[in-house]
């Protein structure tokens, strides 16, 4: 089984972010790695009339420290596949799903289908670009079939550093996810916040990386604690030709 909502987004949870102690009752603050291989294209290579439909699959490895002394162990596998199309030059609306296995520590693995729909809307801002993501998902046990929905909301600012190097960018952003519904993933409400900041270097016209911080509080469930990990993360992807 192993396998631009500016203001208040990120404000407001950088701030959060920055006053929560991790050693504070009730939270468990950990360290992390997240790696992920990703594809990225467009179906202009099937049809030229075809080139405003957008796809990406996405692959990504977990670690968490948090088994002493064994340390470092796999906690989560992600997939995703997704399909958009470009309305405008700076709207997009995909759909997409995800399948992730989870390991939690002392408890039996389990899986997770999680389809979703997205808008995407990208922005020039403060002499670089600014991009927020809209995201509604189901998360679905597979392993029972409940059902528990999440709202995500995204926002991601990125600047050229042309005087390191070209096809250099800093980038910074936050992630906010709000559960409408109680389910079996937890108690409706405030369920998880990100922020992450880091560089991104296109090696060529294709190929690119990103490296950098991801800061993850995850809400704790009814008896558990609150969660901070805090992550290294680094994803290789490439972008297919279309012509």
């Known amino acids: 089984m192993r396998r631009s909502r500016v203001a208040f987004p990120l404000g407001a949870s950088l701030l959060m972010a920055s006053c929560q102690p991790v050693n504070a009752d009730g939270i468990e603050g950990m360290a992390g790695a997240w790696a992920s291989l990703s594809l990225l294209g467009s179906l202009g290579s099937v049809s030229p009339d075809w080139?405003?439909?957008?796809?990406?699959v996405r692959d990504q490895v977990r670690l968490r420290d948090d088994n002493p002394p064994n340390a470092w162990r796999m906690y989560e596998d992600l997939l995703w596949v997704g399909l958009g199309y470009q309305v405008y030059p700076h709207f997009l609306l995909g759909i997409g799903y995800a399948h992730t296995w989870l390991h939690p520590l002392g408890q039996p693995a389990y899986q997770e289908n999680r389809p979703y729909l997205e808008a995407v809307l990208t922005h020039e801002a403060g002499g670089g670009k600014l991009?927020?993501?809209?995201?509604?998902?189901?998360?679905?046990?597979?392993?029972?079939g409940e059902v528990g929905v999440r709202f995500r909301e995204a926002v991601t600012w990125s600047h050229p550093l042309r005087f390191l190097a070209d096809g250099m960018d800093v980038y910074v952003g936050d992630e906010l996810m709000v559960c409408p519904n109680y389910s079996v993933f937890g108690p409706?409400?405030?369920?998880?916040?990100?922020?992450?900041?880091?560089?991104?270097?296109?090696?060529?016209?294709?190929?690119?990386?990103?490296f950098g911080y991801l800061g993850q509080y995850m809400a704790g469930t009814?008896?558990?604690?609150?969660?901070?990990?805090?992550?290294?993360?680094f994803d290789l992807h490439y972008v297919l030709p279309d012509d």
């Open 222 to 233: 009814p008896g558990t604690a609150d969660v901070w990990t805090h992550n290294i993360q």
């Open 188 to 210: 409706a409400g405030f369920c998880q916040n990100r922020i992450l900041s880091g560089v991104t270097y296109r090696v060529t016209r294709h190929l690119g990386v990103d």
């Open 131 to 144: 991009v927020s993501r809209t995201r509604l998902e189901e998360r679905v046990l597979q392993q029972g």
């Open 51 to 56: 080139r405003k439909f957008k796809w990406y």
